[in-house]
């Protein structure tokens, strides 16, 4: 049984992580990394992220973290489940460079519209402390939504009416 992810457990993989890559890369932490960094959960059951360039150290370098480690990390993000927002990675913010990694979290808008999406309760309460922590606003996070509206046929699982109810619902309460 894999253990939760705690901030000194996150620090330690990202650490450890950074050793293996050959060549520059950004990593971009999503979903309970992010919320464990910012500090609105004390731990998460894994580890989601995305690195650009693909690197094959840095793939190869994961299952043994995850054995030695006893975490679960994840290849995933946002725009495996929504279509990609535009502009996410200039909104993406700077955690640190560390050896050739340079770590970010993932746009918080792509983020937010994914878990918005999904509207697990846990995803529910991410997003209301994203509005709450300003790392988000309500209108950008609109515009953003309709921007990416009309691409939502690429992703046949999402209903799209389901999608904007959810979003009316958490924009209601903010």
Do not use: C
């Amino acid at each position: 049984m894999r253990r939760k992810v705690d901030r000194e457990r996150l620090e330690r993989f990202l650490r450890a992580f950074a050793a293996a890559p050959d060549q520059p890369l950004r990593v971009y932490l999503t979903g309970g990394a992010t919320a464990v960094d910012v500090g609105w959960r004390d731990a998460t059951i894994d580890i989601d992220l995305q690195m650009i360039p693909e690197n094959d150290r840095a793939l190869r370098a994961i299952p043994q973290l995850k054995e030695e480690m006893g975490i679960n990390i994840e290849l995933a993000s946002p725009s495996d489940f929504v279509p990609e927002v535009p502009g996410w990675e200039a909104r993406s913010r700077f955690i640190r460079h560390e050896g050739q990694v340079s770590f970010f979290h993932y746009d918080f808008y792509a983020q937010a519209l994914a878990k918005i999406e999904r509207f697990h309760d846990r995803d529910v309460l991410d997003v209301k402390e994203m509005l709450t922590r300003k790392l988000v606003e309500t209108v950008r996070l609109r515009q953003l939504f309709e921007e990416i509206f009309p691409l939502l046929y690429r992703f046949p699982s999402i209903d799209p009416k389901s999608f904007r109810k959810n979003l009316d619902s958490i924009l209601s309460e903010a």
